[in-house]
């Protein structure tokens, strides 16, 4: 059996499956175990706190911030700024820089929206490198720039390819050497173009109770806060660690650690959309 | 479901303006009117603008302290959520550029009554005695036109006001403790603490920092939720908005909110008259005023300066010299992140949890000078996520991965003093904000004493966290604070205001925030600026509104006031200054330190 057919049979099996998925499926890649060499099957919440649920917690939870929570999961908003082929285009990098194949269709999290919401109500970050357009221009630069690279290595268009030949095609920006789109890239920095689609995608998805669930983060915590702040110690509610062994995909360029261009350390590629810290 | 001691889980229902779950605004706020001229109108009500605005308020004047953000409702306003709490930064455009931009927003710029300081982690250690002759220890940065000793007596005084806990002895600088208990330590804490010890590096815990151990007044204790940098809807952090703010309007302040001070006037004399400011509606409007205090911060005051440029100030307003802009600062903060075998859960306790300033000062065996503190962080998750993005390069399946074992990571701050330089500056860029009014260009770059002390501080805090117990340690470079722009001195050829913060050039126009900075240290500022705006207030308060009368020369020192500070605070001012402070006969009643205070 090969690795698609066991795939198609567990999803078979999971009731996962559905005919008109299969464009997507063609490109999704599972996370395997390093053991046997098997894919994990998706599961609803990935990560090592199992039945932990920081939503079942809701009612410990001040009212403006179990509004403003609610409303990111149940509301989500529609998807206004990129229109037409942009969306199909940033649904597959969005993909790639925040990959969910691990999670049951019905608990991904919607990071698309959130990156599109975020451009269409221009909730900028209070400032702009001086080498960057606006945000809302970069990512249309972007996306332009991606598609040179896809068509400049695969002669393909970026859409088109499979997930790891897209991820190809995005690791050239997170190493700050685009191939392709240099009429792109004299426009804008890679570097601060990579980081504030990064960031954007990253900030959509731990913004998710759903993905705090996964890595055991406690949530909103007034006027409850906490008891036990040393050792690592879990709340009552809170849940113990139970790690499994998993790795990304095989070859997925994603797994591999690499520092951005000037190495670690350097405050001339800092990120936009930086959080405060001291 | 039983409502707990402090706030509740649902909203309140009632009419009254909350700040914090136990204090609310009773007092209905005084609202000057239309065409009426106050004493002083305040740009930015900050953390120095929140101090002044009470000062002068208690002392009896008219004023208005005027911010560009709301006036928050802590309870309805704030969220116990990184990603919904966007809105308590400053937003709206700026352009960054330099060899090495700054990033601002979240990082640095608050906006909203409280500013800063609503957002800050609340560490507040004292600048040392050195930071104050920097250029004559080491020939380079600068000094200032005052002494430790001249801000000595404000440390003490704020750090009752605040209030702040810490260690009952402090070994760094001028050795002192705190009045009020240190706070118990998180897992990062804990990290730090075994780190510098197995290194013999003295550390200290639990502050300090300016968050409530115990209850205070009508504060609750800390709850060791880890959302410090998101507000502190506790009350327990403090900012200046549940600090001095409530005091200020009890005494006759208006705080007008979401207005956007566009230009300071000039009148023929050589005299600002008052301000041109956007209301709610975003309509022009006009407030007079006797005199002007910008509070605005390093990025907006000298902006404010720049954009009321008119006919006699051509190059902006104070700025004789050419300096409004230079010398901005910032301090290098990059994040050292190590990971632990054993869980931490680094989102419990406040972010500001343990520090040590061991290698504060210069060390002549080392390449550069100053020097730089190691302290706790304490990122959530989406903070994390960004880092981990920079420290690592991680991005998809890499990013997921990682961010599994969010909880076994702990992260520190290395704080790095980095010297002032006349081309890292504020100007105006092109692009103008909603307003119409130019926004703010930044340039920033490093020089190689800051280059030399980032390296070997970055290298001795990742040294603390493997001998912590780290197996991996990574950091991601970024930059913590701002100050400068503005900067005090006595010659008004090199410096925009006079030691305390008027500005040499207009005798009426005073600047009291961390603008004013000539050196930065490797302190979070945020316990200075509060320092220098209770000393700016003293200092208007003992003359009176002659002050704006430049014929009329100062000399001296003025009175310092203890009797003025907000009700509720403990012995009102340290009672082991009382021996050494004379009788002031100034003021309102010339209260005695530590006396009852006006009610």
Known sequence: MSVEDRREAREKANGTFTSEDQETRRRETLPVDPYTGEELAPRPQPGYYPGYDTLSQQAYWDEATRNVVLDRVHNVPPIRFFTGDEIPFMQAVVDCIIPQDDRTKDKRIPVLNYVDRRLYINEIDGYRFESMPPDQEAFRLGIRGIEAIAQHMYQRRFIDLGRHEQETVLKTLHDGKPPAGDDIWKRMSVHHFWMLLVQDCAEAYYAHPWAWDEIGFGGPAYPRGYMRLEHGQPEPWEAEEVRYAWEPPRDSPSSEYEPLIGGTGDHSVQTPGQSGTH | MKKPLFGAFTAPHDDAHHLGPMQKVETPMHHFGPGEEVDFVIVGVGSAGGVLLQRLARAGFRVIGFDAGPFWDTERDWVSDESGSHKLYWNDLRITGGSEPITLGENNSGKGVGGGSVHWAGFTPRFHPSDFSVYTDTGLGADWPISYEDLKPYYEMMETEIPVSGPAYYPWGDPHGYMYGSHPIGGVASALIKGCTKLGIPVVAGGPVAITAGS??????????????????????????????????????????????????????????????????????????????????????????????????????????????????????????????????????????????????????????????????????????????????????????????????????????????????????????????????????????????????????????????????????????????????????????????????????????????????????????????????????????????????????????????????????????????????????????????LK
Not at chain 2, 306 to 329: D, H, I, P, R, W
Not at chain 2, 405 to 431: C, K, M, Q, S, T
Not at chain 2, 501 to 512: A, E, Q, T, Y
Request: one cysteine or more; aromatic letters at 8%; charged letters at 20%.
């Open chain 2, 216 to 597: 205070f007044d009508n504060r609750p204790h800390c709850i060791y939720r880890g959302f410090c940098l998101q507000g502190c809807k506790v009350g327990a952090k403090q900012s200046t908005l549940v600090s001095h703010v409530p005091d200020a309007i009890r005494h006759g302040a208006e705080v007008r909110a979401n207005c956007m001070v566009a230009r300071i006037n000039m009148g023929k004399d050589g005299h600002a008259t008052g301000v041109t400011y956007f209301d709610e509606q975003m309509h022009e409007q006009e407030q007079r005023a006797k005199a002007i205090i910008v509070s605005g911060y390093a990025i907006e005051t000298p902006r404010l300066l720049l954009n009321s440029a008119c006919t006699g100030f051509e190059q902006g307003l104070a700025n004789s010299s050419g300096m409004v802009g230079k010398y901005l600062m910032v301090q290098a903060g990059n994040v050292i992140l190590g990971r632990f075998d054993e869980p931490v859960r680094m989102y419990k306790a406040p972010p500001a949890n343990a520090l040590t300033e061991e290698f504060y000062e210069t060390d002549p065996h080392r390449d550069f000078v100053r020097g730089f503190a190691i302290q706790t962080v304490g990122p959530l998750p989406i903070a994390f996520a960004k880092q981990m993005m920079s420290a690592k390069g991680a991005w998809g399946w890499g990013l997921r991965q990682l961010m599994m074992d969010y909880n076994h990571w702990a992260a520190f701050g290395f704080l790095g003093e980095i010297l002032p330089w006349e081309d890292n500056r504020v100007g105006l860029a092109e692009e103008k904000d909603q307003y119409g009014l130019p926004v703010a260009k930044v340039t920033f770059g490093l020089h190689d004493n800051d280059r030399k002390l980032i390296k070997f501080g970055v290298a001795k805090t990742m040294e603390v966290m493997s001998a912590a117990g780290a197996e991996e340690v990574v950091q991601e470079a970024r930059y913590a604070h701002l100050v400068g722009g503005a900067r005090m001195g006595n010659d008004p050829r090199t410096s925009v205001v006079d030691k305390f913060g008027r500005s040499h050039d207009i005798p009426n126009l005073f600047v009291c925030d961390g603008s004013i900075l000539p050196t930065q240290g490797s302190a979070n500022p945020g316990l200075t600026i509060q320092a220098l705006a209770a000393r700016t207030a003293d200092y208007i308060i003992d003359r009176g509104m002659s002050v704006v009368d430049r014929s009329k020369t100062f000399v001296g020192v003025p009175p310092i006031r203890y009797d003025l500070a907000p009700a509720g605070i403990a012995g009102r001012g340290m009672p082991r200054i009382k021996s050494r402070t004379p009788r002031t006969k100034i003021g309102l009643g010339g209260l005695a330190p530590g006396g009852a205070g």
